[in-house]
């Protein structure tokens, strides 16, 4: 059974940055593709960013040339840094596989974006 911990979250102000981690177990960590998703006040959840197995990366167009995706596979943790935050990345992030989520879903971590 997959287990997901999210950290890192927090207050910053706008162009601040903040650094997520996500550990997880209980899963072939390596051999999964993986992703950064967030659900903001009233919105669905969305992916924001996408990094494969073979640590390919992408990302949702809002997000891009702010934030980066990397993972550490001897750690079975991902990371989410992200730059120049704005107010509208306001959101509780979540990590997860991508694609086909597994049905589980960690606590997520807050990040509030405002001055």
Do not use: H
């Not at 997000?63 to 550490?72: A, N, P």
């Not at 935050?85 to 405002?114: F, H, I, M």
């Amino acid at each position: 059974q997959v287990q997901l911990v999210e950290s890192g979250g927090g207050l910053v102000q706008p162009g601040g940055s903040l650094r997520l981690s996500c550990v997880a177990s209980g899963s072939i960590f390596f051999m999964n593709g993986m992703g950064w998703y967030r659900r903001a006040p009233g919105k669905q959840r969305e992916l924001v960013a996408a990094i494969s197995a073979g640590s390919a990366t992408q990302y949702v167009d809002s997000v891009k040339g702010r934030f980066t995706i990397s993972r550490d596979n001897a750690k079975n943790t991902i990371y989410l840094q992200m730059n120049s935050l704005k107010p509208e990345d306001t959101a509780v992030y979540y990590c997860n596989r991508d694609p086909k989520p597994w049905d589980y879903w960690g606590q997520g971590t807050q990040v509030t974006v405002s001055s």
